[in-house]
């Protein structure tokens, strides 16, 4: 699995958002470039092993090569905060209890992946995880009429779906007392 995600990684297509073949294009601005590349010294500087990547790239545009974290613990910070950059941490563990105990155990839950052949346990850790959406055997699908947001400290509300609509609206009651009858 490692090998094959760096091995990926490697190919992703990065460059102009508007390209139909590109697959990530640049950060929004230089701060939010700063603090990724932030978080990958972080993740350096903890004793995660970096992969590939851990660069910005070129001089023109907010670009980060896609970033790829092994022998990733608990207890760093790529681990534990929302990075929202193109950087990945793998983790190991030995069963999927641990697994789905250890995602728990996190601060934060807008988003999980789950990559398996079998349903069952598809469905069993996508149920256990505390993530507002999880993804099995893809990542970052989106679609409109679908709610959208996290649990725990990754936002409040949902965008998206019947649940976006809430952040629209606010509901009233009115209660008015009538002194005669009307029939």
């Known amino acids: 699995f490692v090998e094959r995600s760096v091995e990926r990684a490697k190919k992703r297509v990065v460059g102009d958002p508007f390209k139909a073949n590109t697959e990530q294009g640049p ?19 903890q004793g995660a092993k970096l992969l590939t990547g851990g660069s910005r790239m070129g ?52 988003a999980a992946a789950v990559h ?9 850790v996508s149920n256990s995880l505390r993530a507002g959406t999880v993804w099995v055997n893809c990542y970052n699908v989106l679609g409109n009429q679908a709610p959208f947001g996290g649990y725990k400290m990754s936002g409040i509300g949902r965008e998206g779906g019947e649940y976006g609509l809430e952040n629209y609206t606010e509901v009233k009651t009115v209660i008015t007392a009538i002194p005669q009858k009307n029939s």
């Not at 398996?116 to 069993?124: E, L, P, Q, R």
Request: charged share 30%.
């Open 59 to 110: 001089d023109t545009g907010y670009f980060i090569e896609p970033t790829i974290f092994g022998d990733v613990t608990d207890d760093m910070t790529i681990c534990q905060e929302e990075i929202f950059g193109p950087v990945l941490s793998i983790q190991r563990f030995s069963k999927v209890e641990e697994a789905i105990e250890r995602a728990n155990k996190n601060s934060y839950g807008l």
């Open 27 to 45: 950060q929004i601005d230089q701060e939010q470039m700063e603090k990724i590349l932030g978080y990958v010294g972080s993740g350096k500087a």
């Open 116 to 124: 398996t052949k079998d349903v069952g346990k598809a469905v069993y």
